[in-house]
């Protein structure tokens, strides 16, 4: 048989305890106290007092397992709040995007305006000067 390595055992006890809350052991203590319960005799008080034991722990295990199942709830939730919000920012990246090509074109559409602008003051200038010349 061969050697259980550390890693092993651990990963082993990763898999039995599942989120790491020590389910695993309050199992096996509740395992091993109702065995003790239906196996040892004792007077009524003691069996009463085991059994009041034994329910304590059921109900501790039954409000971790809700505890846990609404964080996982919540993550479900916040998980979706964040992917709908991502969507969001991503939606508004590319309306920026639409909106900066459109600005550029804009803006070399108007700076052709200007250069013909400027060429058409240019032209009436030298027109000016030409006929000032010629008087």
Sequence with gaps: MAAVTEDEIIRRRLLFDGDGTGDDKRIATIIRTIIQWSVTKCDEDERNMMYQKIISMLHHCEYSFRKHHLSYLMNIKERQHYESLYEHVEKQIEEAKDEI???????????????????????????????????
């Design 101 to 135: 090509k459109f600005c550029k074109e804009e803006l070399k559409r108007a700076k052709v305006i200007r250069k013909n602008k400027q060429e058409n003051i240019k032209s009436t200038i030298i027109k000016i000067q030409l006929l000032a010349v010629s008087f």
